[in-house]
T-cell receptor, first 112, second 110 residues
Framework: DAGITQSPRHKVTETGTPVTLRCHQTENHRYMYWYRQDPGHGLRLIHYSYGVKDTDKGEVSDGYSVSRSKTEDFLLTLESATSSQTSVYFC???????????FGSGTRLTVV | DAKTTQPNSMESNEEEPVHLPCNHSTISGTDYIHWYRQLPSQGPEYVIHGLTSNVNNRMASLAIAEDRKSSTLILHRATLRDAAVYYCIRSQGGSEKLVFGKGTKLTVNP
């Protein structure tokens, strides 16, 4: 059972182009998250959502925007991709205090 | 700021127990302690979490110090498949956000 599906799995894009990554959940979790992972930094929170149309910034939100028009989908958009946004992006859902989070398999984004 | 401290790396031998320490000396009364692990080329995977009492599940045990300033993740019999980066995380009271540190890279020797 794929609770969290990320698409695409891999993407190469050019500097300055917009890019949208999609995260789809099959559960009905209120909370969803986008993280990026870079060597030497671990996972860093970009944005998160606590409900449809309710989102907030994480620690590294500059250059990123998100949208959540449906419970099951959480989109991450790079308005104008830069080489510093080359990373592996993980989506997650769950939480609410005690519950475990489920992470997707990641999207490897390369900006050239 | 992850607010937890873990060793950068640890080694274990296969089929031996592993104790992964975590220090969270500034933890508040409502903060949960979570452990996740990340196998190579995969997303993080939930291992266990707890608040005050020790916890056991099919994957591991979590021993929480009485003052809650530290905890230990216990893998009872390490296997090669347990080689991963293990993250100890405080969920900040009232917040749903998990803030990851750099974790402990566990190497399991055959």
């Amino acid at each position: 059972d794929a609770g969290i599906t990320q698409s695409p799995r891999h993407k190469v894009t050019e500097t300055g182009t917009p890019v949208t990554l999609r995260c789809h959940q099959t559960e009905n979790h209120r909370y969803m998250y986008w993280y990026r992972q870079d060597p030497g930094h671990g996972l860093r929170l970009i944005h998160y959502s606590y409900g449809v149309k309710d989102t907030d910034k994480g620690e590294v939100s500059d250059g990123y925007s998100v949208s959540r028009s449906k419970t099951e989908d959480f989109l991450l958009t790079l308005e104008s991709a830069t080489s510093s946004q080359t990373s592996v992006y993980f989506c997650a859902n769950g939480g609410q205090g005690a519950a475990g989070y489920t992470f997707g398999s990641g999207t490897r984004l390369t900006v050239v | 700021d992850a607010k937890t401290t873990q060793p950068n790396s640890m080694e274990s031998n296969e089929e031996e127990p592993v104790h992964l320490p975590c220090n969270h000396s500034t933890i508040s009364g409502t903060d949960y302690i979570h452990w996740y692990r990340q196998l190579p080329s995969q997303g993080p995977e939930y291992v266990i979490h707890g608040l005050t009492s020790n916890v056991n599940n099919r994957m591991a045990s979590l021993a929480i110090a009485e003052d809650r300033k530290s905890s230990t993740l216990i893998l009872h019999r390490a296997t090669l498949r347990d080689a991963a980066v293990y993250y100890c995380i405080r969920s900040q009271g009232g917040s749903e956000k998990l803030v990851f540190g750099k974790g402990t890279k566990l190497t399991v020797n055959p």
